[in-house]
């Protein structure tokens, strides 16, 4: 028992803050208070009420780019609300979170849910600076002043700025990704193989925050264990099994909470649509001077399929299907895909574009109401910095190409990229998604500063490239987003 308790304790000490990461995370945890004050300030008076109908409240009122607020329906009253597929153990890690809301609710009469949330997504924060700081400490070995540089360089990216304090997943998704980057990198490093048990804790964490990102722990695996990754053992017991354990689980929650709800709308869309032909029907025979009843029934129905083209036409121009793309196909995760959104302009404005430097056209926008899916910049300066930051991120990975730690951060951008440009999953708002990649730019960036040690003025250019860049950053994404949240 004693031992147990010790191992525990152990596992628990990789969240210890050491001496000379404080300064890092004492920077990120002011920066992430004040960003997550900010949209607590523009939502409370909105959001601090109790009501009947938490997903009416939240999901008409919040709008914030294309980000969800169904975290905060979540803890405010408890129901696996996440697409289940795609988020499959995400409602039940936020349960305990969901019954802190329900007692500070009984105790002081007023919905805390935007507070919770915001301390969670302050706490990913400050977990993924200090776990981004040791792979560029313990595991590229670069210098503090450097390492603390590429972190916060980290985070005035654009969308990673704005993740780390809206109510989404992806904040929790980017200190997964880091921490199994970590841990994965410490032991490349230390010739030591990725256990088992290991692989299945961070799997079920990681992939039950979102599914797609449970492969790259699998990617993990593979390049921390090289040939032992083709085990029997552990294929069945780290992979096979596990990946069949949360799909199971995934159709198992579908099945008790999602269907019954399912097949509820489905017949009360059936009885507003039986309705509505009812009507066109009554108002028919009551105009008509038709008197045989196949004719009568023949004339309803070609109405009642006029009036369902009509609706279905109108429908098709909304936003939220109008943006959406063509996908490969209607069942299963073929219906996520889109075959239609261009890919050149999608990376250069949005993959590449939005996801480092806000658009101060269409601020923030949420492409399924208003927002364009391709939206322009209107400086060739954006472009510029947007080149420098690519190319940085290109010349790194060239330095690190003979890196296994850099092949396994490059694997993690490579999957992202093949789901997004090639299925085109969320290809039309690919920027949200950008907080599951956008590490690993300044995590290549690290070697071009590595390779530089030996060369003062090449460091000096480095350093004072991204140090300006960053600022640069910081004070475009930080001015817009503050106007944006504050109303200015």
């Given at each position: 028992?004693?031992?147990?308790?010790?191992?525990?304790?152990?596992?628990?000490?990789?969240?210890?803050?050491?001496?000379?990461?404080?300064?890092?995370?004492?920077?990120?945890?002011?920066?992430?208070?004040?960003?997550?004050?900010?949209?607590?300030?523009?939502?409370?008076?909105?959001?601090?009420?109790?009501?009947?109908?938490?997903?009416?409240?939240?999901?008409?009122?919040?709008?914030?780019?294309?980000?969800?607020?169904?975290?905060?329906?979540?803890?405010?009253?408890?129901?696996?609300?996440?697409?289940?597929?795609?988020?499959?153990?995400?409602?039940?890690?936020?349960?305990?979170?969901?019954?802190?809301?329900?007692?500070?609710m009984w105790l002081t009469g007023h919905n805390c849910s935007l507070f919770i949330a915001a301390a969670i997504l302050v706490f990913c924060?400050?977990?993924?600076?200090?776990?981004?700081?040791?792979?560029?400490?313990?595991?590229?070995?670069?210098?503090?002043?450097?390492?603390?540089?590429?972190?916060?360089?980290?985070?005035?990216?654009?969308?990673?700025?704005?993740?780390?304090?809206?109510?989404?997943?992806?904040?929790?998704?980017?200190?997964?990704?880091?921490?199994?980057?970590?841990?994965?990198?410490?032991?490349?490093?230390?010739?030591?193989?990725?256990?088992?048990?290991?692989?299945?804790?961070?799997?079920?964490?990681?992939?039950?925050?979102?599914?797609?990102?449970?492969?790259?722990?699998?990617?993990?695996?593979?390049?921390?264990?090289?040939?032992?990754?083709?085990?029997?053992?552990?294929?069945?017991?780290?992979?096979?099994?596990?990946?069949?354990?949360?799909?199971?689980?995934?159709?198992?929650?579908?099945?008790?909470?999602?269907?019954?709800?399912?097949?509820?709308?489905?017949?009360?869309?059936?009885?507003?649509?039986?309705?509505?032909?009812?009507?066109?029907?009554?108002?028919?025979?009551?105009?008509?001077?038709?008197?045989?009843?196949?004719?009568?029934?023949?004339?309803?129905?070609?109405?009642?399929?006029?009036?369902?083209?009509?609706?279905?036409?109108?429908?098709?121009?909304?936003?939220?299907?109008?943006?959406?793309?063509?996908?490969?196909?209607?069942?299963?995760?073929?219906?996520?895909?889109?075959?239609?959104?261009?890919?050149?302009?999608?990376?250069?404005?949005?993959?590449?574009?939005?996801?480092?430097?806000?658009?101060?056209?269409?601020?923030?926008?949420?492409?399924?109401?208003?927002?364009?899916?391709?939206?322009?910049?209107?400086?060739?300066?954006?472009?510029?910095?947007?080149?420098?930051?690519?190319?940085?991120?290109?010349?790194?990975?060239?330095?690190?190409?003979?890196?296994?730690?850099?092949?396994?951060?490059?694997?993690?951008?490579?999957?992202?990229?093949?789901?997004?440009?090639?299925?085109?999953?969320?290809?039309?708002?690919?920027?949200?998604?950008?907080?599951?990649?956008?590490?690993?730019?300044?995590?290549?960036?690290?070697?071009?500063?590595?390779?530089?040690?030996?060369?003062?003025?090449?460091?000096?250019?480095?350093?004072?490239?991204?140090?300006?860049?960053?600022?640069?950053?910081?004070?475009?994404?930080?001015?817009?987003?503050?106007?944006?949240?504050?109303?200015?």
């Amino acid at each position: 028992m004693r031992d147990f308790i010790h191992n525990i304790i152990r596992c628990f000490g990789i969240f210890r803050i050491r001496r000379e990461e404080r300064l890092t995370a004492i920077v990120i945890l002011i920066y992430s208070l004040l960003l997550n004050g900010m949209v607590v300030y523009k939502y409370f008076t909105l959001f601090s009420s109790e009501t009947r109908n938490y997903f009416r409240q939240f999901v008409r009122n919040f709008h914030i780019s294309g980000f969800d607020p169904i975290t905060y329906v979540v803890l405010s009253d408890w129901f696996p609300r996440y697409n289940i597929y795609r988020h499959p153990l995400l409602a039940f890690f936020i349960w305990p979170f969901s019954c802190l809301d329900k007692l500070l609710m009984w105790l002081t009469g007023h919905n805390c849910s935007l507070f919770i949330a915001a301390a969670i997504l302050v706490f990913c924060a400050v977990y993924s600076a200090v776990f981004l700081y040791r792979i560029f400490r313990e595991v590229i070995c670069v210098r503090h002043f450097d390492a603390c540089l590429l972190t916060f360089l980290t985070f005035t990216f654009g969308y990673v700025m704005v993740s780390i304090s809206v109510p989404d997943h992806f904040s929790m998704s980017m200190f997964m990704l880091i921490l199994v980057l970590y841990i994965s990198g410490k032991h490349i490093k230390e010739h030591r193989i990725l256990g088992t048990v290991q692989t299945v804790v961070l799997f079920f964490l990681t992939a039950g925050i979102s599914l797609n990102n449970g492969i790259k722990v699998f990617l993990s695996n593979l390049f921390v264990n090289g040939k032992r990754f083709w085990n029997i053992r552990n294929l069945l017991l780290g992979i096979i099994i596990p990946a069949g354990v949360i799909w199971w689980s995934a159709n198992a929650v579908y099945a008790y909470y999602e269907q019954p709800r399912q097949i509820k709308n489905i017949k009360l869309r059936a009885r507003v649509v039986a309705k509505r032909h009812d009507k066109i029907a009554k108002a028919f025979k009551d105009t008509t001077t038709l008197r045989d009843t196949a004719a009568v029934n023949a004339a309803i129905a070609k109405l009642n399929a006029a009036n369902d083209s009509a609706i279905a036409k109108k429908k098709s121009k909304r936003a939220v299907f109008s943006h959406a793309g063509k996908a490969m196909g209607k069942k299963g995760f073929l219906k996520w895909t889109d075959i239609t959104t261009p890919r050149w302009a999608s990376i250069v404005e949005n993959l590449f574009g939005e996801s480092i430097q806000l658009h101060r056209d269409y601020l923030l926008g949420d492409t399924l109401i208003r927002r364009p899916v391709i939206v322009h910049y209107r400086m060739a300066f954006n472009y510029v910095v947007e080149g420098i930051i690519v190319l940085c991120f290109l010349c790194g990975f060239w330095l690190a190409r003979r890196s296994r730690f850099a092949w396994l951060a490059m694997s993690f951008f490579l999957f992202d990229m093949v789901i997004h440009l090639v299925l085109g999953f969320g290809l039309n708002e690919v920027y949200i998604m950008s907080p599951h990649w956008m590490f690993v730019f300044t995590i290549m960036m690290a070697w071009l500063l590595l390779k530089a040690y030996n060369k003062k003025w090449l460091l000096w250019l480095v350093r004072t490239t991204l140090m300006v860049t960053g600022l640069y950053l910081l004070l475009w994404n930080g001015i817009l987003y503050g106007s944006c949240l504050l109303g200015a």
